[in-house]
T-cell receptor, first 112, second 115 residues
Framework: ETGVTQSPTHLIKTRGQQVTLRCSSQ?????VSWYQQALGQGPQFIFQ???????GRGNFPPRFSGLQFPNYSSELNVNALELDDSALYLC???????????FGPGTRLTVL | AQSVTQPDIHITVSEGASLELRCNYS??????LFWYVQSPGQGLQLLLK??????LVQGIKGFEAEFKRSQSSFNLRKPSVHWSDAAEYFC?????????????FGAGTRLFVKA
């Protein structure tokens, strides 16, 4: 059984650019949640996708958007990058929205 | 709105000593409660969870947690700490709301283990 995978591992962008992060969910899971973890802080909930529909959103601006595909993999897109977007982005998958989540290793995004 | 408070930013314990990490939450009903551990450069690993039933929950690596509704707490305990337990620990609350489902994490407690 393959766990949750994320790509890329690391990424460096400049202010104003756009970025796409990818997540492959664990086999049998239909829900993906995305989190932003700034240095020294806990993960902050960005949004959740369940069966290809957004199923909850945290306090993030619209320039943070996402997609979930029929195979339940997911993308996180961030437009107009700001310096404060520098963080570890974590993806987690689960069998259902309220079930336990399994986390990927994260993507470290640096915005210069 | 949900919120999670972990009052201790960091804790130092001696190897072999007992451990208790505190977690308090705010939510109108009984939420789903989780403890995760994160080692440097790693993703999060679930230690244990509480959905309903027995308020004392056993997890992996010898950890347990007790849900106390009257205190809105879900403290994590381990009777004897090992050096490999040094890591960051996060308490999290999951709850449904009108827009879907949301999981909120605390700020974390960094555990240091001294020989």
């Amino acid at each position: 059984e393959t766990g949750v995978t994320q790509s890329p591992t690391h990424l460096i962008k400049t202010r104003g650019q756009q970025v796409t992060l990818r997540c492959s969910s664990q086999s049998g899971h239909n829900t993906v949640s995305w989190y932003q973890q700034a240095l020294g802080q806990g993960p902050q909930f960005i949004f959740q996708y369940y069966r290809e529909e957004e199923n909850g959103r945290g306090n993030f601006p619209p320039r943070f958007s996402g997609l979930q595909f029929p195979n339940y993999s997911s993308e996180l897109n961030v437009n107009a990058l700001e310096l404060d977007d520098s963080a570890l982005y974590l993806c987690a998958s689960s069998q259902d929205p309220d079930n336990e989540q399994f986390f990927g290793p994260g993507t470290r995004l640096t915005v210069l | 709105a949900q919120s999670v408070t972990q009052p201790d930013i960091h804790i130092t314990v001696s190897e072999g000593a007992s451990l208790e990490l505190r977690c308090n939450y705010s939510y109108g009903a009984t939420p789903y409660l989780f403890w995760y551990v994160q080692s440097p450069g790693q993703g999060l690993q679930l230690l244990l969870k509480y959905f309903s039933g027995d308020t004392l929950v056993q997890g992996i690596k010898g950890f347990e947690a007790e849900f106390k509704r009257s205190q809105s707490s879900f403290n994590l305990r381990k009777p004897s700490v090992h050096w490999s337990d040094a890591a960051e620990y996060f308490c999290a609350v999951g709850a449904a709301y009108t827009g879907g489902f949301k999981t909120i994490f605390g700020a974390g407690t960094r555990l240091f283990v001294k020989a």
